[in-house]
């Protein structure tokens, strides 16, 4: 069986606008894709659908896929129902100190 869910994320910062000193919000959203399949206990979450460039393994169970900008466009997953799954090392977007 082949799930698929669409979710979209925000992220909101507060800081000294560098004009005049006032605070200001800025909010990101990003809209990502988990993609899983349980015949193959394999994930795929999908960040954006720029053109793929590289691969970059992190070990055994993960990768990240890059657009030629070095943009993540998606991150790989193998066993994530039987193992579980590191986040640490993992570019996630949503998580960004910018």
Not at 38 to 60: M, N
Not at 68 to 95: Q, T
């Amino acid at each position: 069986m082949r799930l698929a869910h669409r979710a979209t994320t925000s992220r909101e910062r507060s800081g000294p606008d560098d004009r005049d000193g006032v605070a200001t919000r800025v909010e990101a959203v990003i809209d990502l894709l988990l993609e899983y399949d349980e015949a193959v206990d394999a994930a795929y979450l999908t960040v954006t659908e720029a053109e793929f460039h590289h691969r970059e393994s992190l070990d055994d169970a993960r990768g990240v896929n890059y657009a030629e900008d070095g943009s993540v466009i998606g991150i790989e997953l193998l066993s994530p129902r039987r193992m579980g799954v590191v986040l640490d090392g993992l570019p996630i977007p949503m998580m960004s100190s910018e």
